[in-house]
């Protein structure tokens, strides 16, 4: 769905919220990586011929790719760079800018005013690439699900790639709920899988064409990237994703998956074991105080209505277990075996009631996600209900005043579903228990469990507090990556490359292409209703 790198629920829904080059005061911070070029240098000696692919309109995301792509070019790599964003037969869920109303209003979208900034640095026409495949058209693959629901989407494959689980990673609207009854639109399936096809099949081409040996795309989540990542691992071709940074850095590139939460928790010790403690363990503090404060821009969405040190009317009890919810639409799609995170949050907060329920004298509190106020209607209602059905001792709503900081503090253990809450109160010096996937279970500030039994042991004996152990996940946030380099400020506040500024076109562009988009969708979406 969140800090420039918020792991809310999910590493995965990394929320485009950046500091886009430097710091408000210019200051260049130590980052995770010394730089770009010699972290890049003994993978380019191996890749001759370079591919970055674009399919957003981000700025943050351009910069990364411009950035990385100029790095590569400097160390001698052959590079292709192919901005289709505005090419693609759905829209993706970055795009901003219809390249026909920029040229008749005479404003340049970021793929032109970056394309410039490129060729003016060094790079020529010829390294930009237009789709392969000019008259492409669509091969019977498998047919689409007779229904249109979650589940059957998700089974839907293209040559094998996991064409359904990535159309399901954007929802047809903001009022998509996660239940899997619901009738997704027929129209804007089919056309999302078309342009799952499109993206498969020109990357395919594009590098049988040009002898692609690397291909570099945005973090690997969304449909297109999903496409283009599918088709390059179908020949053997190596992957990297580009993403955005920590609070103090400019955007982070890893030569594997930015969804694999064990590779991030090895990247998180292993960065404070490289860096003087004192040092890490000071700027780690810092993004947990910041985020307690709410002075961290990415956490003011979700304590804008909370009031430091409220915690409300909360139940007497000899050992009080609170639980902060996941949104249910952040972990979804994600490609676990569910049978060992309770199957569902929902089941695990049931179990969670049962357990305690069993033990004298603890009591259950629930908070839910105050992200859970902007999700879809029915979400927030089925979630209650379950909540509901679990016979907790109190329920907090998404919209309460109470701090989930304080109650943190109140707790006597907290249990999570793989919440940021979770690494949050083991820095708090809290005993943590987490029931489903999480970025932290690895570092040794939560303990997690796999069933009842484990749990029932974890709440009347338990985990000791690590709060030591949580500083690497915020020496992450923080620090995650690398600095610009070749990208520089310019007055304005965007990026500017060899004298080039790159940049989005003026508002009226944007309102114009947002209304386009707009029309089609409604038309793709037709009568959308439910089972």
């Given amino acids: 769905m969140v800090s420039p790198v918020c792991i809310d629920s999910t590493v995965e829904r990394l929320t485009p919220v950046v500091n886009e080059l430097s710091t408000t005061n210019n200051e260049v911070f130590q980052a995770e990586f010394h730089s ?10 191996n890749q001759s011929h370079i591919a970055f692919l674009s399919f957003n309109h981000w700025q943050f995301a351009i910069n990364a790719l411009t950035e990385t792509a100029v790095s590569a070019h400097e160390l001698g790599a052959d590079v292709t760079i192919g901005l289709w964003a505005d090419d693609l037969p759905i829209r993706d869920t970055g795009w901003t800018t219809d390249r026909r109303i920029a040229k008749i209003l005479n404003s340049p979208g970021i793929d032109s005013t970056a394309r410039s900034a490129l060729i003016q640095f060094g790079l020529t026409k010829s ?59 027929s129209k804007w399936v089919e056309q999302s899988a078309k342009s799952f096809m499109w993206v498969f099949d020109q990357t395919i081409k594009l590098i049988q064409d040009k002898g692609i040996t690397a291909i570099v795309l945005y973090n690997g989540r969304f449909t297109h990237d999903q496409a283009a990542a599918a088709a390059a691992q179908k020949l053997g071709v190596k992957v990297l994703y580009y993403d955005a940074g920590g609070l103090d850095t400019g955007f982070d590139l890893t030569t594997g998956s930015t969804h694999d939460w064990d590779l991030l928790q090895i990247r998180m010790l292993d960065m404070a074991n490289n860096w003087d403690s004192a040092t890490a363990n000071q700027i780690g503090s810092t993004w947990f105080l910041n985020r307690q404060s709410h002075a961290e821009a990415g956490v003011k969405l979700y304590v804008e209505l909370q009031q430091h040190g409220n915690t409300g009317e909360l139940p007497d009890a000899q050992k009080l277990v609170v639980f902060f919810s996941s949104s249910g639409d952040e972990i979804a799609e994600l490609d676990l075996a569910w049978e060992q995170f309770f199957n569902s949050q929902e089941n695990a907060l049931k179990v969670l009631s049962k357990v305690c329920a069993e033990i004298p004298g603890t009591k259950v509190v629930v908070r839910t996600h105050p992200h859970m106020r902007l999700k879809p209607k029915q979400d927030l209602a089925d979630w209650v209900e379950a909540v509901d059905s679990a016979n907790v001792d109190l329920h907090i709503g998404p919209d309460s005043t109470v701090d989930s900081y304080e109650l943190m503090r109140k707790a006597d253990v907290v249990v999570t579903y793989g919440s940021t809450s979770g690494v949050e109160a083991g820095f ?40 030591s152990a949580a500083l690497s996940y915020g020496l992450m946030m923080q620090r995650r990556g690398f600095n610009y380099t070749h990208l520089k400020r310019s007055v304005r506040g965007t990026s500017m490359l060899a004298g080039v500024e790159i940049k989005p076109p003026n508002e009226l562009v944007r309102k114009l292409s947002h209304a386009l988009a707009a029309r089609t969708t409604r038309r793709l979406l037709g009568f959308y209703n439910r089972v």
């Fill in 428 to 467: 708090l010096g809290k005993p943590v228990i987490v029931m489903g996937p999480s970025a932290y279970n690895k570092l040794g500030c939560a303990l997690e469990v796999f069933n009842a039994d484990q749990l029932r042991t974890a709440i009347e004996i338990p985990p000791a507090p690590n709060s």
């Fill in 36 to 45: 770009l070029e010699q972290y890049l240098e003994p993978f380019t000696e």
């Fill in 127 to 185: 390294d930009f690439a237009r789709p392969p495949i000019r008259n492409w058209k669509q091969q019977p693959t498998t047919k689409p699900p007779v229904r249109m629901v979650r589940s059957e989407i998700r089974k839907w494959k293209y040559q094998g790639a996991q064409m359904g689980r990535s159309i399901l990673q954007v929802h047809p609207d903001s009022n998509t709920p996660i239940r899997d009854d619901l009738l997704w639109p």
